[in-house]
């Protein structure tokens, strides 16, 4: 199966950044997209993310062979169920939802008579909207497809093959480990992010102009993660409820044993986890999966 025409459903950074990948290295595929707001469906056009863009979701999937929502997780549903009446019998439905499992039970229940192949392409950044897009997102990132059990192959190598093609390494999964894999390396950083610049900027005794002014020790970097799209975050908590409390059930084991090894004075076991820590750091960077200078190769000019 060649896929042809592609419609993508939000415009915002996946959602343009796809458009914008697929102009750059998959020119031969037509492109075509919707936002729900009139505002960004206007700066889509205006930055050329995408070839056409429609004022309904219908008139964009129209003659679509690959549909790719690019919404919140919490609006997967919607967004399926608003593209329904428009779709073509053999189209391909996917998305780039963060939590695999509940998207794809909202995709199923929303279009139960077509092809739907979920994935999700480990791949951002903490900003969003349609200007954030940027064609290179996905290159050397892994894109996790997760089909049910019994998916259609064809359509299945079809997605895998228009991931490879904007340059992603593909992988496929069970929706439920991906999950789970991802409540680890994604999910849990984010709520950890989340919580210490939340603490910090709660903290009586030290101001928050001296938590901003002495960032750099450290703090900073977790500001980045932080200042992820809030309606993004909410509803990957929402979906992906039992992989992110179980981790965090192990999570919070280990720091309450680390709280005790500082409080009796354990040298030898925090110098063994910061002496793994560092290794596996060095493994992401091996990999391809980060910058290799040092504090992600920030200037340090006057
Ligand atoms: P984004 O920049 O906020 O873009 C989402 C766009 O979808 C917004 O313009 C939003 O419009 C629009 N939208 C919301 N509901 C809609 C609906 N029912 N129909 C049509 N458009 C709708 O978000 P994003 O970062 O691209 O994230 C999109 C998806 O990618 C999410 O499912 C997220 O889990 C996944 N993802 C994100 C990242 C990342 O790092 N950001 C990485 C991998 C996967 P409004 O502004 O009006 O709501």
Not at 47 to 71: E, F, M, N
Not at 124 to 147: V, Y
Not at 189 to 198: D, E, F, K, R, S
Request: charged share 20%; net charge negative.
């Amino acid at each position: 199966m060649t896929i042809r025409n592609l419609a993508i459903i939000g415009l915002g950074l996946l959602g343009g950044s796809i458009g914008l990948a697929v102009k750059a290295r998959l020119p031969h595929i037509t492109t075509t997209g919707y936002d729900r707001s009139a505002e960004v469906r206007e700066q889509a056009a205006a930055l050329g993310l995408v070839g056409t863009v429609h004022d309904t979701p219908q008139g964009a999937v129209k003659d679509a062979d690959l549909v790719i929502l690019c919404v919140p997780v919490g609006a997967m549903e919607e967004a399926a169920r608003a593209i329904a009446p428009g779709l073509a019998p053999h189209a391909i439905i996917s998305d780039v939802g963060s939590s695999k499992q509940a998207v794809a039970q909202a995709l199923a229940r929303a279009l139960p008579e077509h092809t739907i192949i979920p994935a999700h392409p480990v791949a951002g950044t903490e900003q969003s909207g349609p200007n954030a897009g940027f064609a290179t997102l996905f290159a050397g990132r892994w894109c996790i497809i997760t089909p049910a059990q019994g998916a259609d192959p064809v359509a299945v190598a079809a997605l895998s093959e228009f991931w490879a093609g904007l340059g992603s390494k593909v992988e496929l999964m069970d929706a439920a480990h991906h999950d789970l894999v991802l409540a680890v390396t994604s999910h849990i950083p984010h709520l950890i992010a989340y919580t210490i610049v939340g603490t910090a900027s709660d903290l009586e005794d030290v101001t928050e102009s001296e938590v901003i002014k002495y960032s750099a020790g450290g703090f900073r970097d977790f500001t980045r993660i932080a200042a992820s799209d809030p309606v993004m975050w909410r509803d990957v908590f929402l979906t992906n409820k039992t992989a992110v409390l179980e981790m965090l059930g192990r999570f919070t084991e280990d720091l309450t044993a680390l709280q005790r090894a500082i409080r009796s004075g354990d040298g030898d076991k925090l110098f063994d986890l910061f002496t793994r820590t560092r290794a596996i750091r060095r493994a992401v960077i091996e990999q391809g999966q980060d910058d290799e200078r040092p504090d992600f190769g920030r200037e340090h000019g006057e």
